[in-house]
């Protein structure tokens, strides 16, 4: 399989270097000279360990910094600014705040557009058309196999990305963190509960 | 990290160094990480050595300075690492040029999704 998962689902045409990338990842996969995974794994590093770095500091400060959560809930993409963190493509950014009473999470139904300033390189699953398609249709099924199981009094908002606006979800704060530093809450803060389909746990 | 060994091209610097932000690599489209991910794979298993991707790389930095103006800079540096990957395949005859340009065409033809 090609590694690019988009395939025919991506609304754009494929440039002339996109498709020599991938004609030259093709043939390798076919010749057995490198594996599609082997190529994710190297993506993967940045997803987990650097991509969402970002996102995770600008999480951290909003849970310590009352002023800060309240400029990043009403114009996400100059509060990131105040933390350095840009659109490389000049997105709209808004981040959705989870309480005891909302869940959020996002998808991208047309294609995988992501917010790649604050998280990094999109997972494999969130380009996949199953997790595209379900989110939206039967969003509980899709959060309880990612280890999320909702009250039925929680009420889900599934927010749909697009080329000009990019969604992050802002997690709850874990109970059990007040002494924690702004460092050390960044740390706890994981990609999968900035697309929100990941809790936090409490750390022991 | 576990990970480094994974995202650390060894000994990239000067006009041929990767682009970062704040010590973090930076890719602005999918086919950027994925053509670093194919160049650490291939060499992850032993297929070249580092000095022969690099020294590509160099000359291809070197033969397309500028480019496209309205490029990001990663753009650019991938363009350039992409057609220094191009040529490794080519020169060590893992790949051959006619299957690669008649692939590409179906890629841009939609032939092949």
Redesign the interface.
Known sequence: MS??H???HHPE??S?????????????IE?G???SD??????A??E????P?NGAKAVARAWTDPGFKKRLLENATAALGEL?IGG??GEHMVVVENTPKIHNAVVCTLC?CYP?PVLG??PGWYKSPPYRSRMVKEPRSVLAEFGVVLDPSVEVRVWDSSSEIRYLVLPQRPKGTEGMSEEELASLVTRDSMIGVGTIETPR | MSTDAAVQPPDLSGAAAVPRKNGELVFDAPWQSRAFGMVVGLHQKGLFHWDEFRDRLIEAVAAHPGGDPSASPATIYYRQWLAALEKLLLDKALLAKADLDARAEELLSGERG
Do not use: T
């Open positions: 590694g690019e988009d395939g025919g045409p494929l002339p270097v996109e498709a020599r990338a991938h004609a030259i990842e093709s043939l390798l010749k000279l490198v594996s082997a190529i994710d794994q190297v993506a590093a940045y987990k360990d650097i991509g770095l350095g490389l493509q995988s790649w390189l999109p």
